[in-house]
Structures are given as structure tokens and as C-alpha cells.
């Protein structure tokens, strides 16, 4: 740092904070404008969970407040019910407290979205539950308006799903004409989370920008944008998995056998639908045997030209490689040429008085045909432009005519026919069916079900992603069996799959469970992410310092709700570095700055830098 450098504390309050990883973003950025240096600190945090407030306390570096920000008219459509006696509604002045009683600069709002997710059917997000759990957004908003309604904060940023953009419309609304209310402009992005932190993920997040009109004039400037990266490279940091957990966040789950032999039939990059290509015969797999690896070598044999592994006590063909491939013939085998059958052009060998097929070289591969005279036109196809042959009453198999004329002349012809997408159809007929005319078309819309690479499109349950590929989004459900959330790891595993078995050769039964490593087709061990990779992929801490992480509780399933709900750190870094950048130039007086970085995420600076017409033009 420069001596002359001016340190500028940028101070962030955080409502609906979860367990802090966006907090711990905002606390890890700087930002620098000239001389001008901005750092970072969170004032505090507010939710509903206890857990996720421990969390908070220990990635935001601040104390938080567990306190429920609904109304009570929430609170009794939320949970149907009236709330205890020691219950009440949260106010300004709790907001005020929950901050240490100092202003923020910024607020971060990152509302509950199960509401807005598109795995929540249409009908059941209108449900009162859920609605009252959307309204809790507007809530929040409200009551950090409110509490420093004397001196706003510059800048609100309001985190969600992308889908709350259609499906929460008139919330939006509603809380847009807050912000307007007391002084704000605003912007709608969507932008990936994936991009700003230069994550193994794409996730793609709406992020309402609002600044203070006053405090805040606008102006431009355009940070860089980042790639994506793929799995292997972030887990590939961390330890190989195995049945003894090495932390207790990343241990491989006991899953049934069966799950196993699934995911290793399962393509990596696809999913539950690679299983449609094996050929199953009354419940068994008709194309491939699965037997169990004892030991290295099981069953194994040695070439004649080559040395043999050290001998055993045991040293019995089911446990090692104790056969070979003798080439010796044994004595007296094949004196005669047992079966022999010589070719056409050969020489005979001498005919002796022993001269049957099972005592020597004595049948020929007689290439000449000794079969019964065959009818010449038998399937005997004649071209459109050719001579038939004679007709005669003896075959009914000869005869045929290749005929290359369109049908469409006849009476009924055009049956089961496709129409193009760009011609016209036929007269549309009482009997308009596909079998009954060109009643089908080949729609080259099929944007609905497929995605960007032309396959079927689905929730991508018993997916498996490639080691150099990009993850999608983690959610807080991720599991292996509700989308692609297991990985194709091309490394050695700490699972030994060769220890004594006592001589059994059994497999588990199918609902057994264990965990295992099946060596998938492509030579690799299809597995699901353990819990750590999942907080390594939304880079809640640094793989390299994986054994010092860890979060409250001991439940996997309320880890992983909790790590899905989290705004990745590396991703509000880049953005709160957006803020401090901005927050800089308006203090220093500024109105614009010229930089020769590539355009990162436009939409973002965009809403920092226009005025967005009234709110009446936008909603409208």
C-alpha cells in the first residue's frame, strides 16, 4: 500500500444473510479508485435461522441476530398458526440494533427463493405459504428503508432467482416503488455467479442494482470478465474421497448397490437416460457379467513369456494370477489331426486305414455347390429399367421390381407421410390422423425439450459431470439422485477393492448398502460430490486450507440446504468491488472513469451508471 493512499471503510449490512458466505465476499474485497482505497466491513446480519447465524458470526467476522423480519399477517400464513407470546414483529429499530447502530453504505438482501424456484410447480407458489414466505422480501426492503430513512444507504442490492423477474412481477413492483419512494433508482440483471468469481459453476442469479439518486450520480466503468472453470481443477485440490471420512464434510455416502452399478452405466455428461441403452433381459443385463475383485489378478493367467508374480501360501487360481497360458501341446494330443478339415487348393496328407472326420485331416472345405438346383429369379429383384426374366408358375418369390414412382397418384397413398415445416399441408380431412394422410410434421422447434447441445432435456437425475466440465448449479438439494451431481473423478481412490474376502465370490444384494468403487466404463470411478466438494464449487473457502473448514451443526441434508442458499463469496467479491469502485468515484467527485478493462458484467454497470426511467415506464 502506498503511503499516500487515502483508505476509504466501506460498511455493508446484510438482511436474510443465511450463513455469511456473501458476507464473507464483501469482507475479502477491495476496491481502488487513484489514491483512493476502499476496504470492506460487514456491520452485521439478520435471519430467521439460528444455525445460519452461527454460521455468519464465523465466515462475516461480525455478530448476527436471529430475528424473524415477517409481519404477523406473514407469520400466520407462513405457518398457519398464531406465533408464541414471546413473539413479535420485527421493527426499524431492531434493524438499527442488528447493525451495531452505525449506517451502511451498502445493503446485500438475499430473500428465501423457494417461492420463485422453477422446481416449485406454478400452482403450489401461490399457495398462501409461499407467498407469505415472498413477501418477506418486500418486508426486509421496507424495514431497512425505514430504519435510516434520515440517511439512506447508497447503494441497495436485492439478490434472487431469475425466474422472481416473471413469476414475483408484482412484488418487484411493489418493492420498486419503495426504493422509488425514498430516492432511488433502480435496474433489473441476471447475471453468473460463475463469471464474476471465475467459479466451476454457472449460476445464473437476478440482481436488482438501486442507488441513491443524491449520493450516487451515475457513470460507467467496465471490470474484467472471468471463465469458467471446470470441476477437476478445484477438486482436485481437495483429498480423494473413501469409506472412511477424512473430515466430516467429505466422506462418500453408503448408497445401495444397485445405485452404484447405475451410476457406473451412466455416461459422464449425461444421466439416468445412458441406462436406456443397455440391454436388459428379464431384469438382467444381457450385453455385460459383474463379478466381484477379490484380489489383483483374480482368476488371472500368466503368459508363457513372462515372469509370475511372487508365490503364496495360497497360490490358487481365485487368488492371484497363478494359471498360464501354456502353448505345449500334451502328449499325444493331436497326433492325428483329430477333425481336421483340409482347404480346397491343399495336398492331402497320407490315407491311412483310420480315415473318419474324428481321426485326422479327413474333410475338405469343398467350395463347390452340391445343394439341390436353385429357381433363378428366387428373390430376384428386377431394376425399373431392366428385362424380367421369364415368367413361370413354379416360384412366387422371383419376380419383384424395384420401383422408384411416387405413390401420391393413388388412391390412399401419403399415408404416415411427414409433412416439411415450410411446405404446405393437404386438405385436412375428416379422417385427418397420421395414418391416414401427411398429417405429421417434422417441427424443427423442439427448444422445449432439448437443451443447448440437442439433448433430451431433464432434471439430470444419476447425472454424472465430466471431470474438465463445468458444474451447473448447486442447489440446496443437490444429491446424487436429483440431477448431476456426481462426477467422473479420473483418480486413484483410497477404497481398496482387493482385500480378503475369505474366498466368497458374491455380489452385495442389490438394496444393500455400501460404499464401493465401481470402475465405470470410461476407466473412472463415478461417484457422487461429497458434501466439501459442493462448498468447494460454490468456493465457500479455499480447497487448499480444507481441513480448517466446517460449519455448524452435523447434518449433511441441512449443510448442503445451507451451501445451495449461499451466494458465493468469490462472486460477491467481484460485485461488492463493483460498489467500492462506484461508491469511490462519487465521493471523490467523479462522474466517470475510462477504463481499458473488457466489458465483465454490462448489465451491472449499466445499472450503476443510467437513470432508469420512472417507475411507471418500467413496470409498464
Not at 482505497?37 to 430467521?48: A, E
Not at 513369456?305 to 502353448?327: K, L, M
Request: proline share 7%; with cysteine; glycine share 10%.
Amino acid at each position: 500500500m502506498n503511503a499516500l493512499d487515502l483508505i476509504k471503510e466501506i460498511l455493508v449490512g446484510h438482511l436474510c444473510c443465511g450463513s455469511g458466505f456473501g458476507a464473507k465476499g464483501f469482507r475479502k474485497a477491495n476496491a481502488r479508485v487513484g489514491n483512493l482505497k476502499g476496504t470492506f466491513r460487514n456491520l452485521g446480519g439478520v435471519d430467521i435461522d439460528p444455525a445460519g447465524i452461527r454460521d455468519f458470526e464465523r465466515f462475516a467476522g461480525v455478530p448476527g441476530t436471529v430475528l424473524d423480519l415477517m409481519s404477523l399477517d406473514q407469520y400466520r400464513a407462513f405457518h398457519g398458526a398464531e406465533p408464541p407470546e414471546d413473539w413479535r414483529e420485527a421493527t426499524p429499530a431492531d434493524i438499527q440494533r442488528a447493525m451495531g447502530y452505525e449506517r451502511p453504505h451498502i445493503w446485500f438482501v438475499s430473500a428465501p427463493c423457494k417461492g420463485f424456484s422453477g422446481l416449485l410447480s406454478e400452482k403450489a407458489s401461490k399457495a398462501l405459504k409461499y407467498q407469505a414466505l415472498n413477501q418477506l422480501a418486500e418486508r426486509a426492503v421496507f424495514l431497512a428503508l425505514e430504519a435510516y430513512k434520515d440517511d439512506p444507504a447508497e447503494f441497495f442490492l436485492f439478490e434472487n432467482v431469475p425466474r422472481i423477474a416473471n413469476r414475483g412481477r408484482s412484488l418487484l413492483n411493489r418493492i420498486q416503488a419503495l426504493l422509488a419512494a425514498y430516492g432511488y433508482a433502480f435496474a433489473e440483471t441476471v447475471h453468473d455467479c460463475g463469471e464474476l468469481g471465475a467459479l466451476a459453476q454457472s449460476r445464473k442469479r437476478f440482481l436488482m442494482v438501486a442507488r441513491h439518486r443524491e449520493k450516487v450520480p451515475p457513470f460507467l466503468y467496465e471490470p474484467p470478465k472471468r471463465r469458467l472453470r471446470a470441476v477437476g481443477e478445484v477438486l482436485d485440490l481437495l483429498p480423494v474421497p473413501g469409506p472412511e471420512p477424512l473430515h466430516p464434510m467429505h466422506r462418500l455416502p453408503a448408497l445401495q448397490w444397485k445405485t452404484w452399478v447405475r451410476l457406473a452405466f451412466v455416461e459422464a455428461g449425461s444421466d439416468w437416460r445412458s441406462l436406456n441403452k443397455l440391454n436388459v433381459t428379464d431384469g438382467q443385463l444381457a450385453d455385460y457379467l459383474i463379478v466381484p475383485e477379490m484380489r489383483g489378478g483374480v482368476l488371472g493367467v500368466n503368459r508363457w513369456g513372462e515372469p509370475a508374480g511372487t508365490v503364496a501360501g495360497a497360490s490358487r487360481p481365485a487368488n492371484g494370477a497363478y494359471s498360464v497360458a501354456d502353448p505345449r501341446a500334451p502328449a499325444g494330443a493331436g497326433e492325428y489331426a483329430q477333425y481336421g478339415v483340409m482347404s480346397w487348393p491343399d495336398t492331402a496328407g497320407a490315407v491311412i486305414n483310420v480315415k473318419s472326420p474324428g481321426q485326422g485331416r479327413f474333410s475338405v472345405a469343398d467350395p463347390r455347390h452340391h445343394g439341390a438346383p436353385k429357381h433363378s429369379n428366387e428373390f430376384h429383384i428386377v431394376p425399373f429399367d431392366g428385362r424380367a426374366r421369364a415368367v413361370t408358375s413354379a416360384h412366387g418369390t422371383g419376380q419383384c421390381v424395384a420401383d422408384p414412382r411416387a405413390t401420391g397418384g393413388f388412391e390412399g397413398a401419403g399415408k404416415y407421410r411427414v409433412t416439411a415445416y415450410e411446405e404446405a399441408a393437404g386438405t385436412v380431412i375428416a379422417g385427418s390422423t397420421t395414418g391416414q394422410g401427411a398429417f405429421a410434421v417434422a417441427d424443427p422447434r423442439p427448444r422445449a425439450f432439448v437443451d443447448g447441445r440437442g439433448s433430451y432435456q431433464s432434471q439430470g437425475h444419476y447425472g454424472v459431470a465430466r471431470w474438465e466440465d463445468t458444474s451447473g448449479a448447486v442447489p440446496a438439494f443437490a444429491k446424487y439422485d436429483r440431477g448431476k451431481w456426481s462426477v467422473a473423478d479420473p483418480r486413484g481412490s483410497s477404497i481398496d477393492p482387493s482385500g480378503d474376502t475369505g474366498g466368497a465370490m458374491s455380489l452385495p444384494a442389490p438394496d444393500e448398502r455400501l460404499v464401493c468403487r465401481i470402475t465405470a466404463l470410461d476407466g473412472t470411478h463415478h461417484r457422487p460430490f461429497t458434501t466439501m466438494e459442493l462448498a468447494a464449487l460454490q468456493s465457500l473457502f479455499d480447497p487448499e486450507e480444507w481441513q480448517h473448514f466446517g460449519m455448524d451443526g452435523a447434518s449433511d441434508s441441512a449443510w448442503r440446504e445451507r451451501i445451495g442458499n449461499a451466494v458465493p463469496p468469490d462472486a460477491a467479491t467481484a460485485i461488492a468491488e463493483v460498489m467500492g469502485r462506484t461508491l469511490l468515484l462519487a465521493w471523490s467527485g467523479e462522474t466517470f472513469l475510462l477504463s481499458n478493462d473488457p466489458i465483465w458484467v454490462q448489465p451491472l454497470t449499466v445499472a450503476l451508471s443510467v437513470d432508469v426511467p420512472e417507475l411507471g415506464e418500467v413496470a409498464g
